[in-house]
Protein backbone atom coordinates (compact mmCIF):
# COMPACT_ATOMS: atom_id res chain seq x y z
CA UNK A 1 0.00 0.00 0.00
CA UNK A 2 1.23 3.43 -0.95
CA UNK A 3 2.08 5.74 2.03
CA UNK A 4 -0.03 8.39 2.24
CA UNK A 5 0.71 11.83 3.59
CA UNK A 6 -1.45 13.77 5.91
CA UNK A 7 -1.92 17.18 7.01
CA UNK A 8 -1.09 15.44 10.61
CA UNK A 9 2.14 13.96 8.88
CA UNK A 10 3.24 18.05 8.13
CA UNK A 11 2.31 19.53 11.59
CA UNK A 12 4.53 16.73 13.24
CA UNK A 13 7.45 17.65 11.24
CA UNK A 14 6.95 21.50 11.00
CA UNK A 15 6.06 21.70 14.82
CA UNK A 16 2.58 23.51 13.77
CA UNK A 17 -0.02 23.71 12.26
CA UNK A 18 -0.96 26.19 9.00
CA UNK A 19 -3.32 26.56 6.90
CA UNK A 20 -1.44 25.15 3.66
CA UNK A 21 -1.15 21.56 4.93
CA UNK A 22 -4.42 20.30 4.32
CA UNK A 23 -3.46 21.02 0.38
CA UNK A 24 -0.15 20.49 0.21
CA UNK A 25 -0.87 17.09 1.93
CA UNK A 26 -3.36 16.45 -1.10
CA UNK A 27 -1.55 17.47 -3.61
CA UNK A 28 1.30 15.14 -2.18
CA UNK A 29 -0.28 12.35 -2.69
CA UNK A 30 -1.34 13.25 -5.93
CA UNK A 31 1.68 14.12 -7.33
CA UNK A 32 4.83 12.53 -5.59
CA UNK A 33 3.73 9.18 -6.66
CA UNK A 34 3.98 9.98 -9.93
CA UNK A 35 7.31 10.70 -9.53
CA UNK A 36 8.82 7.56 -7.75
CA UNK A 37 8.53 9.52 -4.55
CA UNK A 38 6.32 7.19 -2.34
CA UNK A 39 8.51 5.71 0.38
CA UNK A 40 9.16 7.26 3.59
CA UNK A 41 12.69 7.63 3.03
CA UNK A 42 12.10 9.54 -0.06
CA UNK A 43 9.00 11.30 1.01
CA UNK A 44 11.43 12.41 4.49
CA UNK A 45 14.38 14.05 1.94
CA UNK A 46 11.33 15.32 -0.05
CA UNK A 47 9.67 17.24 2.91
CA UNK A 48 12.46 18.01 5.16
CA UNK A 49 13.76 20.51 1.98
CA UNK A 50 10.04 22.07 1.46
CA UNK A 51 9.48 22.33 5.25
CA UNK A 52 12.37 24.78 5.52
CA UNK A 53 12.08 26.51 2.42
CA UNK A 54 8.05 27.10 3.31
CA UNK A 55 8.92 28.32 6.21
CA UNK A 56 7.38 25.07 7.98
CA UNK A 57 4.51 24.99 4.89
CA UNK A 58 3.75 28.49 5.92
CA UNK A 59 4.84 30.65 3.26
CA UNK A 60 4.78 29.46 -0.86
CA UNK A 61 6.44 32.96 -1.79
CA UNK A 62 9.72 34.48 -0.75
CA UNK A 63 9.61 36.99 1.87
CA UNK A 64 12.21 39.12 0.86
CA UNK A 65 11.37 41.39 -2.24
CA UNK A 66 13.76 39.04 -4.86
CA UNK A 67 16.03 42.48 -5.66
CA UNK A 68 19.09 40.15 -4.35
CA UNK A 69 18.55 38.45 -7.56
CA UNK A 70 18.28 41.49 -10.17
CA UNK A 71 21.03 40.97 -13.00
CA UNK A 72 21.70 37.41 -11.70
CA UNK A 73 22.25 35.73 -15.81
CA UNK A 74 22.74 32.48 -13.82
CA UNK A 75 19.16 32.39 -12.92
CA UNK A 76 18.66 33.89 -16.07
CA UNK A 77 17.57 37.20 -15.05
CA UNK A 78 18.03 39.44 -18.21
CA UNK A 79 15.26 42.18 -18.05
CA UNK A 80 14.64 44.73 -15.35
CA UNK A 81 12.54 43.42 -12.98
CA UNK A 82 13.05 40.17 -13.46
CA UNK A 83 14.91 39.62 -9.59
CA UNK A 84 11.50 40.71 -8.17
CA UNK A 85 8.96 39.59 -10.69
CA UNK A 86 10.64 35.53 -10.47
CA UNK A 87 11.58 35.57 -7.36
CA UNK A 88 11.30 32.28 -5.22
CA UNK A 89 7.85 30.33 -5.33
CA UNK A 90 6.50 26.70 -4.43
CA UNK A 91 7.64 24.15 -2.04
CA UNK A 92 10.94 24.46 -3.24
CA UNK A 93 10.95 27.94 -3.94
CA UNK A 94 11.82 28.40 -7.83
CA UNK A 95 14.03 31.14 -8.83
CA UNK A 96 14.46 32.88 -11.80
CA UNK A 97 13.39 33.55 -15.56
CA UNK A 98 15.15 30.31 -16.83
CA UNK A 99 13.54 27.58 -14.33
CA UNK A 100 10.24 29.80 -14.81
CA UNK A 101 10.73 29.13 -18.28
CA UNK A 102 11.87 25.65 -18.27
CA UNK A 103 8.91 24.73 -15.83
CA UNK A 104 5.95 26.67 -18.37
CA UNK A 105 7.97 24.12 -20.98
CA UNK A 106 7.59 21.03 -19.27
CA UNK A 107 3.52 22.16 -18.96
CA UNK A 108 3.47 22.67 -22.44
CA UNK A 109 3.41 25.87 -22.60
CA UNK A 110 6.20 28.00 -22.99
CA UNK A 111 5.68 31.47 -21.24
CA UNK A 112 3.11 30.08 -18.65
CA UNK A 113 5.05 30.71 -15.78
CA UNK A 114 6.54 33.94 -17.38
CA UNK A 115 3.26 35.46 -17.22
CA UNK A 116 1.78 34.70 -14.16
CA UNK A 117 4.45 33.87 -11.88
CA UNK A 118 1.90 33.82 -9.36
CA UNK A 119 0.54 30.34 -10.81
CA UNK A 120 3.34 28.77 -8.35
CA UNK A 121 1.76 30.11 -5.69
CA UNK A 122 -0.92 27.55 -5.65
CA UNK A 123 -0.96 24.35 -4.15
CA UNK A 124 -1.08 22.21 -6.65
CA UNK A 125 1.54 24.23 -8.99
CA UNK A 126 4.01 24.46 -6.00
CA UNK A 127 3.93 20.92 -4.91
CA UNK A 128 4.41 20.40 -8.87
CA UNK A 129 7.37 22.21 -9.49
CA UNK A 130 9.40 20.49 -6.76
CA UNK A 131 8.58 17.38 -8.35
CA UNK A 132 9.99 18.47 -11.14
CA UNK A 133 13.02 19.70 -10.14
CA UNK A 134 13.12 16.70 -8.12
CA UNK A 135 13.17 14.93 -11.55
CA UNK A 136 15.64 16.60 -13.42
CA UNK A 137 18.44 16.55 -10.35
CA UNK A 138 18.05 12.78 -9.91
CA UNK A 139 17.61 13.19 -6.10
CA UNK A 140 15.65 10.21 -5.80
CA UNK A 141 18.86 8.10 -6.23
CA UNK A 142 20.20 10.53 -3.10
CA UNK A 143 17.41 10.06 -1.29
CA UNK A 144 18.11 6.12 -1.23
CA UNK A 145 20.98 6.24 0.02
CA UNK A 146 21.72 5.10 3.40
CA UNK A 147 22.41 7.79 5.76
CA UNK A 148 25.52 6.72 6.31
CA UNK A 149 26.78 6.92 2.60
CA UNK A 150 28.91 9.77 1.38
CA UNK A 151 27.70 11.11 -1.71
CA UNK A 152 30.80 13.48 -4.19
CA UNK A 153 29.13 16.82 -5.29
CA UNK A 154 31.28 19.68 -6.71
CA UNK A 155 30.43 22.77 -5.33
CA UNK A 156 32.67 26.30 -6.04
CA UNK A 157 35.12 24.50 -7.62
CA UNK A 158 35.66 21.93 -4.90
CA UNK A 159 34.38 18.81 -4.10
CA UNK A 160 32.68 17.83 -1.08
CA UNK A 161 31.88 14.44 0.50
CA UNK A 162 28.58 14.45 1.93
CA UNK A 163 25.44 12.47 3.22
CA UNK A 164 23.00 11.62 1.51
CA UNK A 165 20.66 14.48 3.43
CA UNK A 166 23.71 17.24 3.00
CA UNK A 167 23.78 16.48 -0.93
CA UNK A 168 20.23 17.13 -1.26
CA UNK A 169 20.02 19.92 0.72
CA UNK A 170 23.32 21.30 -1.62
CA UNK A 171 21.47 20.57 -4.28
CA UNK A 172 18.22 22.30 -3.85
CA UNK A 173 19.61 25.48 -1.81
CA UNK A 174 22.53 26.03 -3.90
CA UNK A 175 24.49 26.26 -0.76
CA UNK A 176 24.41 25.50 3.12
CA UNK A 177 21.93 27.92 4.01
CA UNK A 178 19.01 26.35 6.66
CA UNK A 179 21.48 22.72 6.55
CA UNK A 180 21.53 22.05 10.00
CA UNK A 181 17.35 22.55 10.18
CA UNK A 182 17.26 20.41 7.00
CA UNK A 183 19.03 18.00 8.51
CA UNK A 184 16.88 17.98 11.76
CA UNK A 185 13.59 18.01 9.91
CA UNK A 186 15.16 14.58 7.65
CA UNK A 187 15.33 12.87 11.23
CA UNK A 188 11.93 13.79 12.06
CA UNK A 189 10.05 13.23 9.08
CA UNK A 190 12.32 9.90 8.70
CA UNK A 191 10.86 8.60 12.08
CA UNK A 192 7.18 9.98 11.58
CA UNK A 193 7.03 8.94 8.16
CA UNK A 194 8.68 4.95 8.68
CA UNK A 195 6.14 5.02 11.74
CA UNK A 196 3.12 5.47 9.46
CA UNK A 197 4.59 3.11 6.32
CA UNK A 198 5.22 0.15 8.86
CA UNK A 199 1.27 0.75 9.77
CA UNK A 200 -0.01 0.97 6.16
CA UNK A 201 1.69 -2.51 5.36
CA UNK A 202 0.51 -4.54 8.60
CA UNK A 203 -1.84 -7.40 7.52
CA UNK A 204 -4.96 -8.02 8.43
CA UNK A 205 -5.14 -10.47 11.44
CA UNK A 206 -6.65 -13.76 9.34
CA UNK A 207 -4.51 -15.23 7.01
CA UNK A 208 -5.24 -14.59 3.54
CA UNK A 209 -6.24 -18.29 2.33
CA UNK A 210 -8.34 -18.75 5.10
CA UNK A 211 -10.01 -15.63 4.78
CA UNK A 212 -10.47 -16.43 0.71
CA UNK A 213 -11.98 -19.46 2.35
CA UNK A 214 -14.04 -17.69 4.53
CA UNK A 215 -15.46 -15.83 1.92
CA UNK A 216 -16.30 -18.69 -0.47
CA UNK A 217 -17.86 -20.35 2.24
CA UNK A 218 -20.13 -16.75 2.97
CA UNK A 219 -21.03 -16.87 -0.57
CA UNK A 220 -21.71 -20.13 -0.99
CA UNK A 221 -24.64 -20.16 2.00
CA UNK A 222 -25.79 -16.89 0.67
CA UNK A 223 -26.42 -18.43 -2.79
CA UNK A 224 -28.20 -21.76 -0.98
CA UNK A 225 -30.50 -19.24 0.68
CA UNK A 226 -31.38 -16.99 -2.28
CA UNK A 227 -32.38 -20.24 -3.84
CA UNK A 228 -34.49 -21.04 -1.39
CA UNK A 229 -36.36 -18.06 -1.21
CA UNK A 230 -36.66 -18.19 -4.88
CA UNK A 231 -38.21 -21.79 -4.71
CA UNK A 232 -40.62 -20.65 -1.76
CA UNK A 233 -42.31 -18.00 -3.73
CA UNK A 234 -42.44 -19.92 -6.79
CA UNK A 235 -44.21 -22.72 -4.76
CA UNK A 236 -46.68 -19.71 -2.87
CA UNK A 237 -47.09 -17.88 -6.23
CA UNK A 238 -48.44 -21.28 -7.96
CA UNK A 239 -50.77 -22.24 -5.15
CA UNK A 240 -52.08 -18.96 -4.94
CA UNK A 241 -53.40 -19.29 -8.89
CA UNK A 242 -54.97 -22.79 -8.27
CA UNK A 243 -58.88 -22.66 -7.10
CA UNK A 244 -59.31 -24.10 -3.23
CA UNK A 245 -61.69 -26.86 -3.46
CA UNK A 246 -63.41 -25.38 -0.95
CA UNK A 247 -64.06 -22.47 -2.60
CA UNK A 248 -65.73 -24.02 -5.69
CA UNK A 249 -67.97 -26.13 -3.18
CA UNK A 250 -68.98 -22.90 -1.68
CA UNK A 251 -69.71 -21.10 -4.80
CA UNK A 252 -72.10 -24.64 -6.03
CA UNK A 253 -74.47 -23.74 -3.02
CA UNK A 254 -74.15 -19.89 -3.68
CA UNK A 255 -75.52 -20.78 -7.07
CA UNK A 256 -79.20 -19.77 -7.28
CA UNK A 257 -81.43 -23.05 -8.42
CA UNK A 258 -83.95 -22.88 -10.48
CA UNK A 259 -87.41 -21.86 -10.01
CA UNK A 260 -89.82 -25.55 -9.90
CA UNK A 261 -93.10 -23.54 -10.30
CA UNK A 262 -91.81 -21.98 -13.68
CA UNK A 263 -90.00 -25.54 -14.73
CA UNK A 264 -93.03 -27.49 -14.30
CA UNK A 265 -97.09 -26.64 -14.68
CA UNK A 266 -99.29 -28.07 -12.59
CA UNK A 267 -101.11 -31.81 -13.57
CA UNK A 268 -104.88 -29.95 -12.31
CA UNK A 269 -104.16 -27.50 -15.48
CA UNK A 270 -102.67 -30.20 -17.86
CA UNK A 271 -105.79 -32.75 -17.66
CA UNK A 272 -108.03 -29.11 -17.79
CA UNK A 273 -106.09 -28.71 -21.33
CA UNK A 274 -106.95 -32.28 -22.03
CA UNK A 275 -110.54 -32.34 -21.41
CA UNK A 276 -110.80 -29.21 -23.41
CA UNK A 277 -109.27 -30.65 -26.53
CA UNK A 278 -112.02 -33.70 -26.41
CA UNK A 279 -114.94 -31.78 -25.81
CA UNK A 280 -113.68 -29.89 -29.28
CA UNK A 281 -113.61 -32.89 -30.93
Known sequence: MTLAITAEHLAQIAGRKTALMPALAEW????????????AQEYAHFLAQACHETDHFKTLREYASGSAYEGRADLGNTQAGDGVRFRGRGIFQTTGRANYLQ???KKGSRDLFINKP?????PEMAVWSACEYWLTRNLNDAANHPDSDRLKK????????LSPVEFISYTVNGGNRGLEERKAFYAKALAILSEAEAGSREMPAMPPMAGLAAAGKSNKAK???AKA???EKAEKAEKASKPKKT???AAAKAAPKPDSNKAKKPKAAVRTVKAK???KN
Do not use: R
Open 28 to 39: MNLLCPQYQIDT
Open 103 to 105: LGI
Open 118 to 122: ELLEE
Open 154 to 161: KYKGAVLD
Open 223 to 225: SSK
Open 229 to 231: EKA
Open 247 to 249: DAK
Open 277 to 279: AKA
